[in-house]
């Protein structure tokens, strides 16, 4: 009997540990993330100022100066309004408030028009998308459209902006990793300069950023990684990346789907 009450009294003692634990890395996560919304947000708004300050002042004195400050002032109210849409989505994902609308989507058809779109854009970018969907034609997966499509942006996004322009190919390919329950896997590879080794295991990191300045330039707010992260996990899959300096990366993840796993 007293054997059982120290055994229960343990169990309570590392279940109340681990909670205290997880309470601590939540609040630390919490600290970096204010942190880093405070860092990426001032950048953009005091710039913002400085080109409405010299506006002000008569500095834009000629047409082309005019157009070139409001040309800065566009892009950096751009920006900040892409981090605080990134910000809300994190927000809402972090408090398991995020809701994801799944439908049945035939997989080649939804990960073509992707694609598809994607070639002309990244083409206008000086990089060759090659893609491969080697799956059966009549395959349908249940997924939500935009946030996959999300992912897949923010990938092939990543491989132009962190490359300092040495992407000129990316590959990409879909495939079935499993039947029961399916499962898809998708494979987004580059010929950039690759990542360092010590810094492959932080990129889905929140604000992570390879360039140690967190230069605002290379575009991005420093969340996208670590959103897709979070939506892969919620369609019941993984991401994970492999990497060579001077050989290009090679961004993987998949996903499952839930309603067949139920109805296995």
Same mark, same amino acid.
């Given at each position: ?11 309570? @003692? ?13 609040? @630390? ?10 860092? #990426? ?19 834009? $004195?000629?047409? $082309? ?5 409001? $040309? ?29 609308? /799944? ?6 058809? %939804? ?12 083409? #206008? ?5 090659? %893609? ?5 034609? +009549?395959? &349908? ?5 935009? +946030?996959? %499509? /999300? ?12 490359? #300092? ?19 898809? *896997? ?21 604000? %992570?950023?390879?360039? &140690? ?12 990684? @670590?959103?897709?992260? *979070? ?17 290009? @990366? ?10 067949? /796993?139920?109805?296995?």
């Amino acid at each position: 009997m007293v054997a059982d009450l120290v055994q229960s009294f343990n169990a309570m @003692s590392m279940e109340l540990q681990e909670a205290q634990a997880m309470q601590t890395r939540y609040e @630390s996560n919490r600290k970096e993330l204010i942190a880093g919304i405070s860092h #990426d947000l001032k950048t953009p708004i005091t710039s913002i100022m400085g080109y409405v300050d010299g506006m002000q002042e008569g500095i834009a $004195d000629t047409p $082309d100066k005019m157009n070139h400050y409001l $040309d800065i002032i566009k892009s950096n109210a751009k920006y900040t309004n892409q981090l605080i849409d990134d910000l809300f989505l994190f927000s809402k994902m972090d408090i398991n408030q995020m809701t994801y609308e /799944r439908v049945e989507v035939p997989v080649h058809e %939804y990960f073509s028009d992707i694609f598809e779109e994607k070639k002309l854009e990244l083409e #206008d970018r000086g990089a060759k998308l090659i %893609y491969d969907c080697d799956v059966d034609d +009549m395959l &349908a997966i249940h997924l939500d459209p935009k +946030m996959i %499509y /999300r992912v897949i942006s923010d990938l092939l996004n990543n491989a132009i902006k962190y490359n #300092d322009k040495t992407v000129t190919e990316i590959r990409c390919l879909i495939s079935l990793a499993y039947n029961n329950p399916l499962t898809l *896997r998708i494979d987004i590879a580059d010929n950039g300069q690759g990542i360092a080794e010590e810094q492959i295991h932080a990129i889905f990191d929140t604000f %992570y950023r390879a360039d &140690a300045a967190r230069n605002k330039d290379v575009g991005g707010t420093g969340l996208g990684l @670590s959103i897709a992260k *979070r939506i892969v996990e919620a369609h019941g899959g993984k991401i994970w990346a492999h990497s060579q300096v001077g050989q290009g @990366s090679i961004f993987s993840f998949t996903l499952t789907d839930e309603q067949q /796993r139920e109805l296995a």
